[in-house]
């Protein structure tokens, strides 16, 4: 549950209610509000009772379920209620079905009403299916002549005709909720209320359910007010709705919007103010072009990397590094090891190779294969799998290592026998995953080998002595001065090395402190370094999931883009994300989103497209 | 509210309770051997226990003429009374998952304890005609002033069953005393012992004792072939409305609130 939860209504600008509605209203709710008095509900005794009376606490604890909620439904809405759990939803039903009164206003019901709170209620188990169907549809309200001409459907629809003698505690849970919902919806009513009923039962029923509720709504012109958190359902049903979030009203309109608000904003935490900002941008009237975005997904982390070596069209018999996917870190250095040898960077299992890894491998027929980790990250077997996968027997190069930091040297040592490092490096420690990838770009065009830490303030003794001797002219350290000593850097800067600590205030931030510096062509720039990465392309990758984006800097490296990172369900991270976008006036023309739809929905994908359309006006 | 619509609404509260009880009448006799046999042994076997423990051991019955007909008569009016109102006690808070789910009349709960008694006296009253067959007494015309004293325990029951349920929904404690009190209240009305064994001040106390006035009564037409005076039936429709007054007033103040409670 989302500790600050936002509860100021949002309204739609252009919100056209077609005031000349002339059907008659069904449901009239005005300025309801239900107040419970949580001290006094616990006093079930009298000595209780007596202990709160002289401690005088009887009345103090009050609990808003709802507060002033007023709505209409007219005659043929499928008036949906959304909220997130606890919000007041079924309190709110419960009003409306004449359960409970509310505290203050009114709610004024036009015509008899069928309700389905809670399927179920009344059912005796002891008794048999037929004594059940009688019991219940009396306490429902219907005559007995009414249960008896009904009998027969009712007993169709719940397809319960085998077992209609048998006690009900032997019925199987689907079984009870199917004669529950065909007593219910026997009868035309005027006004259906159906609260989560849609969720139990298995997918049969439920569809089952569903069209019995259509047929009611377009053959009888049934009313129906619907309670659920399944926005899908919400949104194909309904054709208005109610968003209620801690008993207050946040939005009232068409399903359509208040479902797509629902989506983006329900349940996520966030500023009021981020709030407000992604609102506005999912409603901005702008037409999004094709091809501004696009998606690169997979089944995992393995069919990203490999969707993501294929996206970057390396030669076929290039050297290929498969690295432990399960393992961040030695990705990040393996990242500045395959720019060094124009390598794909691809992933694997520690005791299998990933299916996605070896159709790719027999794709690209290395030569080369090198390995990064010992035996109890990569085994042998896997190294097996992936030799037969290559059409021809590549030469297997392992380098091992059990920690971070002893696989970083060890990629440094042995891309320097083949090739030239760059001569900015970075130090870093085990977990810092975000930010290297924010930098991956950069790592890859520059070559920068980075060097992990064994643990805080320790760093291993070769790369120790390699930066003391001022091998690299600049240094990146990520990580504050508890991490890596300020003494260390100095006898660094005495030798030749320039540092640069980086540290941001949050990882979204950070994400941008790394963007501008790495980035030629943003406003701000006041970095040194001419840099062919721009702000032009830029890949999205969730920055709660980072493992999708692990071999994606060298896509990013060879596509020069640089990486956003966000993270859909923290609106402070979607609003940050826009405002950056638009911050770049019109440089930003492409979008990539790493991990397709499980982790950007269309409408995550829809508002930064739109901020991308709005920011080139 | 139209006189057809009360009429309807009466019809669907009658037929509601009439399937809460044969509900709790199927839920009561399933899987016993003897079924609805039981009540009718139950207030004859309770009926000797009685008969052998006073009339041999406590050595009080033998002033009684036909003491075991005095017991049970007593006794099954007194259980009338005792089970329709504990019955109803509870059944607010047993139906609670429904009360919160559907719009239903709350008062049909106690309402159907109560009825559901009757049924349940209505075949103990087959003990009674064994016992008048053994004890060969002869049955009277009085017998036929047996409904008006169900009306009056019908009334008197359910206003103390409206009561007991409300009271039972706000303070538990309720569910706990009522059987301490209805076995004081066992004791102090003359179930098992004649009434002039008792000392003046409380045999002048009984007068206050709805129960003692009904078993009376029930005596009366059955025993000793006498019809109760004008007088007695006055006091016993008057208690019998009071408390119906009163069970259903504090019912219908307090019934909106059930629903935060149970």
């Known amino acids: ?617 | 509210m139209t006189q057809a619509s009360a009429i309807s609404e009466f019809k669907r509260n009658w037929f509601t309770i009439s399937s809460l009880v044969s509900k709790d009448f199927k839920l009561k006799y399933r899987r016993s051997i003897l079924g609805v046999l039981w009540s009718v042994l139950n207030p004859l076997l309770m009926m000797c226990v009685l008969a052998v423990v006073f009339s041999n051991v406590l050595k009080f019955g033998g002033d009684v003429e036909n003491f075991p007909m005095y017991l049970i008569l007593g006794n099954i009016l007194f259980a009338l009374m005792a089970d329709s109102t504990s019955g109803a006690m509870g059944s607010i808070l047993e139906s609670a998952p429904l009360i919160k789910k559907i719009r239903v009349s709350k008062m049909i709960f106690p309402l159907e304890k109560v009825l559901f008694q009757l049924v349940n006296f209505a075949i103990s009253l087959i003990a009674v005609v064994i016992v008048m067959l053994v004890f060969r007494i002869p049955p009277t015309v009085n017998l036929l002033a047996l409904p008006i004293l169900l009306i009056f325990m019908m009334l008197f029951c359910a206003g103390l069953g409206m009561l007991l349920s409300a009271l039972a929904v706000f303070f538990r404690d309720v569910c706990h005393l009522w059987g301490v009190v209805i076995t004081a209240w066992t004791y102090a009305t003359p179930l098992f012992y004649p009434i002039n064994m008792l000392p003046d001040w409380m045999q002048s106390a009984e007068t206050f004792n709805p129960m003692y006035h009904y078993v009376t009564y029930f005596r009366d037409i059955a025993m000793y072939n006498m019809l109760p005076g004008l007088k007695e039936q006055f006091i016993c429709l008057g208690m019998a409305l009071a408390t119906f007054a009163i069970g259903f007033a504090v019912f219908k103040a307090t019934e909106k609130k059930f629903i935060l409670y149970v």
């Not at chain 1, 037929?130 to 001409?149: D, T, V, W």
């Not at chain 1, 009870?176 to 005027?190: D, G, L, N, S, Y």
């Not at chain 1, 696009?294 to 050297?319: H, M, N, T």
């Not at chain 1, 002893?406 to 030239?420: D, I, R, T, V």
């Open chain 1, 1 to 617: 549950m989302p500790e600050n939860v936002n509860t100021s209504p949002l309204v739609l600008n252009a919100n056209p209610d077609p005031e000349d509605d002339t059907r008659p209203t069904m449901v009239a709710v005005e300025h309801v509000s239900m107040v419970f008095n949580m001290a006094s509900e616990q006093l079930n005794s009298l000595k209780e009772y007596a202990i709160a009376l002289a401690r005088r606490e009887l009345m103090f604890k009050e609990f808003r379920a709802l507060d002033d909620i007023s709505f209409e439904v007219k005659k043929g809405d499928v008036f949906g209620i959304l909220g997130t759990n606890g919000s007041g939803k079924s309190t709110m039903l419960k009003i409306i079905a004449g359960v409970l009164e509310p505290t203050t206003g009114k709610c004024a019901i036009n015509g008899n009403i069928a309700p389905l709170i809670e399927l179920g209620a009344g059912f005796d188990m002891e008794l048999t299916a037929r004594e059940n169907i009688y019991l219940n549809g009396a306490l429902l309200g219907y005559s007995r002549k009414f249960i008896k001409q009904h009998f027969d459907e009712i007993v169709e629809f719940a397809e319960i005709e085998k077992f209609l003698d048998m006690p009900m505690k032997n019925y199987s849970s689907g079984m009870v909720a199917r004669i529950a919902f065909a007593i219910a919806t026997v009868i035309v009513p005027e006004i259906l209320i159906v609260d989560e009923v849609l969720s139990v039962g298995d997918f049969m029923f439920q569809q089952k359910c569903e069209r019995r509720i259509t047929q009611l709504i377009k053959d009888h012109d049934v009313t129906v007010l619907i309670v659920s958190h399944n926005n899908a359902q919400i949104e194909r049903l309904c054709n208005k709705a109610i968003w209620i979030e801690k008993g207050h009203t946040r939005m009232i309109g068409s399903a359509q919007n208040v479902c797509r608000t629902y989506r983006v904003l329900g349940g996520h935490v966030g500023s009021a103010k981020a709030e407000r900002h992604v609102f506005e941008m999912l409603n901005e009237k702008i037409e999004v072009s094709d091809g501004i975005a696009d998606v690169i997904a997979g089944e995992s982390r393995y069919g990203i990397a490999a969707k993501l070596a294929a996206e970057c069209k390396f030669p076929q018999g290039s050297p290929v590094i498969i690295a432990p996917g399960e393992l961040a870190s030695p990705c990040m250095s393996a990242t500045a090891l395959a720019s060094l040898m124009n390598a794909p960077l691809l992933l694997t299992k520690p005791d299998m190779l990933p299916d996605a890894t070896l159709q790719e491998l027999n794709r690209l027929a290395p030569h080369r294969i090198v390995f990064i980790g010992s035996e109890t990250v990569i085994s042998s077997s896997v190294v097996k799998a992936a030799a037969n996968a290559c059409p021809k027997r590549p030469e297997i190069i392992r380098l091992e290592g059990d920690t971070a930091s002893q696989l970083s040297w060890e990629m440094y040592s042995f891309g320097k026998e083949g090739g030239a490092w760059g001569d900015t490096a970075f130090i870093t420690y085990d977990g810092c995953t975000a930010d290297l990838i924010s930098f991956s770009p950069y790592i890859f065009q520059k070559k920068c080998p980075v060097f992990f830490l064994i643990e805080d303030g320790v760093i291993n003794e070769r790369t120790r002595e390699a930066l003391e001797k001022g091998v690299f002219s600049h240094l990146y350290v990520l990580g504050g001065s508890q991490r890596v000593s300020d003494e260390f850097l100095e006898r660094c800067r005495r030798a030749g090395t320039e540092f640069e600590r980086i540290i941001g205030d949050g990882p979204y931030h950070a994400n941008e402190l790394i963007n501008d510096k790495i980035t030629s062509n943003t406003p701000s720039n006041q970095s040194s370094v001419k840099s062919p990465i721009t702000v032009e392309r830029l890949i999205v990758s969730s920055a709660w999931m980072p493992f999708d984006a692990l071999t994606a800097g060298v896509y990013a490296g060879k596509t020069h883009s640089a990486f956003l990172l966000e993270d859909p369900q923290d609106l402070d991270s979607v609003s940050h994300a826009l405002s950056y976008i638009e911050k770049q006036q019109g440089a930003v023309r492409h979008l990539t989103f790493l991990g397709g739809s499980t982790h950007f929905s269309s409408l995550d994908q829809l508002i930064l497209s739109k901020a991308v359309m709005r920011a080139e006006r």
